[in-house]
């Protein structure tokens, strides 16, 4: 069945644009996305596709709603905090009410190398909303070996940065950013908060370079990093040289992250509602840069050898090498949640 302008009635205004029309319309209607991570960045990346037409959309979360969330998450409300909603089901049952359509499938979950490639092998694009590296590099590797594009997206502070990142075409993710930060060195938004503006205008970077991609209009992407700080008014495009050698991911489809070499491991404690988290992109953390961050958020002490954060229910004990153990919970997704939004990763 092939849809005409009038099914399509409620995007004439889109259609208007160059390079949509009718049949732009179409392409969006029998594409799919995957939505990772449906936070500010997440909200704003789904809420995007959803009214613009694309026809399925998956939208993938750990997390739960929190009052604190609704600054710059732009999906949520009062009420689905107080029905305790996990944020991908919360932004689901509000997207089909914006545009009923469409597919929205929630997917409530942790995104590990287990899972990330049945989330997204049958996508044509991935938007990355996800709040930490480790899910960056899973979908790096995952997108390169099963040859879908991805638009990348990170925001923090009063700042935020943006590049598609095409499989075999141009830089890719690893010629971005070839060594990944320790844990605890980069700030997260827990300790450095962000600007409920700078998602806004990262996720819309993002959505317009997925509508470009769906509607076969691949020659416009505009294929440099884009930094933007909203409060400096700072917006700078730059260039990123594809690597000289050969690269590990394209080149030696070797996925050390897919394959699980480099998984943050949780394992309850027996006997204890602990988890262990241990990353396995282990570095020295810094005790007292990291102290700095977590006081405003909670009661800090630290010694030579070990950082204990208290932000009830939970307490983290944490070790220089990047180990840590969270008390007040036996779940290994909280406590992985936990770790990432303050020491991060
Ligand atoms: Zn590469």
Redesign the pocket.
Known sequence: MTETSEDFARYSRQMLVANMGVAGQQRLHRSRALVLGVGALGTALASGLVRAGVGYVRLVDRDFIELHNLQRQTLFDEEDIAANLPKAVAAAQKLTKINSSVTVEPVVADVTHRNIESLMKDCDVVLDGSDNFEVRMLLAEACAKHAVPWIYGAVISTYGVTMPILPSDGP?F??LLPNLPAPGSMPTCETAGVLGTVPQVIAALQVTEALKLLTGNRELLCRELRYLDVWSGEFISVTVPE?TEP?P??HGRHYEYLNGEHATRATALCGRSAVQVHPQHAGDIDFRTLADRLTPLGEVVYNAYLLRFTAPPHEMVLFRNGRAIIHGTGDEGAARAFYSRYVGQ
């Open positions: 890719c690893h010629a690597t690269c991911i394209c």
